[in-house]
């Protein structure tokens, strides 16, 4: 893959291209690279409804579940995907961001031996893993990403961070936590992230909790706790984020079932476990 003039070229040949009305000409600053789901019915739902003037939302790349991708904004053009939004002092990230958005149906309820989404569809249980996000209260289902999807997308977002030298990349409930799940913990952001940005995933440095230790929403003691607070001595995480004197820590040990979770502590109470 290549980027040229700002649209994205696949085997020497421009991707499917469909220019969104929804978007600014202005240039962004390329601070981040955001991860969304569409919470569609599939990709080509999306890619009518975000270049759909009424949506007043866009992306700049929706990727299909069988890897397919289509542009709807150049890149040096400013999408409207991120919303009222705000990341280490930085608000309004539509200005300072490229978007990309992955089909997926997102949350779901449980429904017999299925799942449902809100638009109504079932999935099997074999498409859906059960899980609670790290800013709710209850577990839910949520639709998993293709393998070929995520290849793509690691292949995507790796050119795009190279080309533009963005210096993060984020979730949506990054970035909007109180309104926003996608993409959701179904999604593998850790491992993600890392193949972005190229640093090393196999020997992370792990901590442990040198005391009972709250676990929250947000990068403060102003921030709610999650109500796995707090978590218990001798707990071992991987820190994958710093503001201040904050952690932003991916929990490794299970608590009473709940893997996958996530939050903010502070870490003068976390030791590298040698």
């Known amino acids: 893959m290549e980027i040229k003039n700002h649209r994205l070229y696949q085997n020497g040949t421009q991707v499917p291209y469909q220019l969104s009305p929804n978007r600014k000409t202005s240039r962004p600053s390329y601070d981040f690279l955001i991860v969304h789901y569409t919470a569609g019915r ?12 009424n949506s007043k939302a866009s992306a700049h790349l929706i990727i299909g579940r069988d890897g397919s991708i289509t542009q709807l904004v150049p890149f040096n053009q400013i999408a409207w995907h991120a919303g009222e939004s705000s990341w280490n ?12 958005e992955l089909d ?34 209850e ?21 795009i961070v190279n080309k533009y030298n963005i ?18 913990p179904a999604f593998p952001m850790l491992s993600f992230r890392s193949k972005v940005l190229g640093r090393k995933e196999d020997t992370p440095l792990i901590y ?17 706790k999650l109500s796995e ?45 040698i």
Do not use: C
């Open 42 to 53: 599939n990709a080509e739902s999306s890619v009518n409804w975000l270049t759909n003037p």
């Open 89 to 100: 002092g930085i608000s309004g990230i539509n200005k300072h961001s490229i978007g990309i």
């Open 104 to 137: 997926n149906a997102g949350k779901m309820q449980a429904h017999g031996d299925f799942w449902l989404s809100w638009f109504g569809k079932l999935y099997p249980s074999e498409e859906v893993i059960e899980a609670k996000h790290r800013n709710e209260e």
């Open 139 to 159: 577990k839910a289902g949520w639709h998993l990403f293709t393998e070929e999807q995520l290849t793509v997308a690691k292949e995507v977002a790796a050119l």
């Open 167 to 184: 210096r993060e990349v984020l979730g949506h409930d990054d970035i909007s936590p109180y309104r926003k799940v996608d993409p959701g």
């Open 208 to 224: 442990k909790t040198t005391v009972d230790l709250n676990i929250r929403v947000g990068p403060g003691a102003q921030y709610s």
């Open 229 to 273: 607070t707090p978590l218990p001595q001798n707990t071992r995480v991987d820190i994958l984020r710093i503001n201040g004197s904050w952690r932003f820590v991916d929990v490794l040990d299970n608590l009473d079932e709940n893997l996958g979770l996530q939050g903010w502590v502070h870490g003068r109470y976390l030791a590298k476990v």
